[in-house]
Every structure is written in structure tokens, then in C-alpha cells.
T-cell receptor
Framework: AQSVAQPEDQVNVAEGNPLTVKCTYS??????LFWYVQYPNRGLQFLLK??????LVKGSYGFEAEFNKSQTSFHLKKPSALVSDSALYFC?????????????FGTGTRLKVLA | SQTIHQWPATLVQPVGSPLSLECTVE??????LYWYRQAAGRGLQLLFY??????ISSEVPQNLSASRPQDRQFILSSKKLLLSDSGFYLC????????????FGDGTRLSIL
């Protein structure tokens, strides 16, 4: 079965420091991976995706993600964190095995950027 | 461009009352549509999804139901709400193409008294 795991419930980082939010996946076949961000009382916003090609994917708001096939990871990164990056982050994989095209989400990681 | 609208933004309902939440998508045709519930600002629970008009798949047995009367309209309903139905309900759409992400509405905060 397809799955994603976000091992950290919360990540704290000082403003201006680099940040990493971790995600590992388990899929049959090629993974279709996504990162989303959620601000309080809002829906999820799409940040970036990995489908194929370059292992470093660039997305919105200065975020990027590194796909590592050998480690089955898709970690979200940003070189310099902002206080406004504080939010809930979700990793997701598209379930291509069931024929329904559902999305499977991780449990979310709360990022707190300290001023 | 495509947009998704969800309403109402907040709703307070007594136990045992009916529910109807509506979601509409503009700017695209034949989207896949989804209803999620999020408890306590954490993980997402997929409730229903639809790949076409009148086609509804239920993920979790419960007292909720969903309908898709039009191509870009998705409705979440209940005949009698339970306390456990409280939560943040999110509607989302995607194209039926593997590499496309979901796009979410801004959600409905439902409180059951």
C-alpha cells in the first residue's frame, strides 16, 4: 500500500536559519509526491511536486524539496526561514494503485520559526 | 483560472440537526472532487471522493453522505448530526491526471452543541 510518513510532529527553527521538514514514502512504482502548507483556519495550499526528472524541485515561497530514491525521502527545505513560514506542512503521495487517484497524506509537521 | 468555493465558513449546529455543506469549482470541467475532515488542526481524513456526476465513493462509514448533482458541485450532508461530527471540513478538487495536485477550499469549521 502507498503511504507517507512525517516523523516529526513539530520543527522549531530560528529565523534566518535553514529549515528541513522530513517526509518518507512507500509506494509501488514511481512516486507522485506533493508538499502542501496550511495556515490557521485555511485550506491546504500546494507548494511543489515531484513527478520525474531533477531530484531538486523548486516551488512557491522559496521552498524546495529533495527527492532521494535510495532513501525513499522527499524532504522540504528552505535556505532561510521566515517567521511567516510558521504553519502546518503536509507531505502527500498520489495513490496510483487503487485506480481511484486518491491522495494519501502524512500526519503533518508543525513548523515554528522563532524571531 | 480555477477557483474553489466552500460555504459557510463557520457553522454551529445542535446535535440531531441536519447538515448541508456546499462546494463549487469554477474554471475547469470534470474535476475529481473530495471531502476531508480535519480534527484538531492535524491529519486529514478522506470522507468521500467523486470522479463524475452521481459517482460517489465513501471512505469511512458514518452518518454523513455526499452528492454531486452537477459537474462542479459537491455537497456534504447529514440527516442527524452527532457530537463527533465536529471538525474542520475541507473540499478539494484535482484533475484526473496523475501529476496534478489537489486544490483546497478554505474549509468549514463545524461545531456541534
Amino acid at each position: 500500500a502507498q503511504s507517507v510518513a512525517q516523523p516529526e510532529d513539530q520543527v522549531n527553527v530560528a529565523e534566518g536559519n535553514p529549515l528541513t521538514v522530513k517526509c518518507t514514502y512507500s509506494v509501488s512504482g514511481n512516486p507522485y509526491l506533493f508538499w502542501y502548507v496550511q495556515y490557521p483556519n485555511r485550506g491546504l495550499q500546494f507548494l511543489l511536486k515531484y513527478i520525474t526528472g531533477d531530484n531538486l524541485v523548486k516551488g512557491s515561497y522559496g521552498f524546495e524539496a529533495e527527492f532521494n530514491k535510495s532513501q525513499t525521502s522527499f524532504h522540504l527545505k528552505k535556505p532561510s526561514a521566515l517567521v511567516s513560514d510558521s504553519a502546518l506542512y503536509f507531505c502527500a503521495v498520489r495513490d496510483i494503485t487503487s485506480g481511484t487517484y486518491k491522495y494519501i497524506f502524512g500526519t503533518g509537521t508543525r513548523l515554528k520559526v522563532l524571531a | 483560472s480555477q477557483t474553489i468555493h466552500q460555504w459557510p465558513a463557520t457553522l454551529v449546529q445542535p446535535v440531531g440537526s441536519p447538515l448541508s455543506l456546499e462546494c463549487t469549482v469554477e474554471g475547469t470541467s470534470n474535476p475529481n472532487l473530495y471531502w476531508y475532515r480535519q480534527a484538531a488542526g492535524r491529519g486529514l481524513q478522506l470522507l468521500f471522493y467523486s470522479v463524475g456526476i452521481g459517482q460517489i465513493s465513501s471512505e469511512v462509514p458514518q452518518n454523513l453522505s455526499a452528492s454531486r448533482p452537477q459537474d462542479r458541485q459537491f455537497i456534504l450532508s447529514s440527516k442527524k448530526l452527532l457530537l463527533s461530527d465536529s471538525g474542520f471540513y475541507l473540499c478539494a478538487w484535482s484533475k484526473g491526471i496523475l501529476d496534478q495536485p489537489q486544490h483546497f477550499g478554505d474549509g468549514t469549521r463545524l461545531s456541534i452543541l
